[in-house]
């Protein structure tokens, strides 16, 4: 029996890579559609890709119709939350927030706080999970919101956990778009200092008045998975000051950790 292959479906290297147009341009869609928050038209859509709207009239429909699409009064596209749903169901993820919620909800209580969990997302950081500080006035970030790293403490820290070979791939990268928040010299030193202490104390770089304290969460093998941060906004009304905060944060770091199953030198 002769075995017919079907070369037009390999790359130039003749490696087999299969494409699949639809799927190339629901991804290209969903992609693009991230970093568009207000929402975009078909022809926008279409002129931001580069393609026609004959060619992504049915794949918005189809991710309009499955959830991951909606329509505003304005006849805008933006992308609900679906992913960030389907995303929290992965078991990592899922296992993640299970353990980190109940110690999250104490140190909050416990420190006057604001509290969150951040995990790398690319060259940007997302929200995990946030729990608010139970005083009347507060400061917290929005579930799900996406901030460049270096814009951050917590992406800093995530960043500076990394193996050194990929660190200095991620810092090439964030340094050709431009969101580097500093020079090559200051985010080098920037991280290793936080090699050094084990955590980032900084003022924001976003608010005022705020001081980001951000400390690294390990899962079973030891690896940072995600960075636990607390915004610190002085108050009266507040009982402990930036010193007590930066040791409650650090202890429930490690009470994540070790609900991860984190080796214990690694805690």
């Known amino acids: 029996m002769t075995k017919i292959i079907d070369t037009s479906l390999r790359d130039e290297t003749g490696k087999g890579e299969y494409r699949v147009p639809a799927v190339e341009k629901a991804l290209d869609i969903l992609e693009f559609m991230a970093n568009q928050p207000d929402g975009l038209t078909q022809t926008e859509i279409s002129t931001g890709l580069g393609r026609s709207i004959h060619e992504i009239y049915r794949i918005l429909l189809l991710l309009e119709k499955r959830g991951y699409v909606v329509r505003t009064k304005a006849d805008r596209l933006r992308l609900s939350l679906k992913l960030f749903e389907l995303a929290h169901k992965h078991p990592p993820v899922n296992r993640l927030i299970e353990a980190a919620l109940p110690i999250m909800r104490d140190l909050a209580a416990n420190s006057d706080q604001s509290c969150h969990l951040v995990v790398l997302d690319g060259l940007k950081v997302m929200v995990a999970l946030q729990i608010d500080s139970p005083l009347p006035m507060r400061?917290?970030?929005?579930?799900?919101?996406?901030?460049?790293?270096?814009?951050?403490?917590?992406?800093?820290?995530?960043?500076?956990?990394?193996?050194?070979?990929?660190?200095?791939?991620?810092?090439?990268?964030?340094?050709?778009?431009?969101?580097?928040?500093?020079?090559?010299?200051?985010?080098?030193?920037?991280?290793?200092?936080?090699?050094?202490?084990?955590?980032?104390?900084?003022?924001?770089?976003?608010?005022?008045?705020?001081?980001?304290?951000?400390?690294?969460?390990?899962?079973?093998?030891?690896?940072?998975?995600?960075?636990?941060?607390?915004?610190?906004?002085?108050?009266?009304?507040?009982?402990?000051?930036?010193?007590?905060?930066?040791?409650?944060?650090?202890?429930?770091?490690?009470?994540?950790?070790?609900?991860?199953g984190a080796p214990e030198h690694a805690v």
């Not at 431009?178 to 202490?197: F, N, P």
């Open 139 to 260: 400061y917290s970030v929005a579930l799900g919101s996406r901030f460049p790293a270096l814009e951050t403490s917590s992406g800093a820290v995530l960043i500076a956990s990394q193996p050194e070979a990929e660190r200095r791939k991620v810092i090439d990268r964030i340094v050709e778009t431009g969101e580097a928040y500093g020079t090559r010299d200051e985010i080098e030193a920037r991280l290793e200092a936080i090699g050094d202490l084990g955590y980032e104390m900084r003022a924001s770089l976003v608010v005022d008045a705020c001081t980001n304290i951000s400390v690294p969460v390990r899962d079973h093998i030891g690896a940072v998975v995600a960075a636990l941060t607390v915004p610190f906004i002085p108050q009266r009304q507040a009982r402990f000051d930036r010193a007590a905060v930066l040791h409650q944060t650090m202890a429930a770091a490690s009470r994540i950790s070790a609900a991860l």
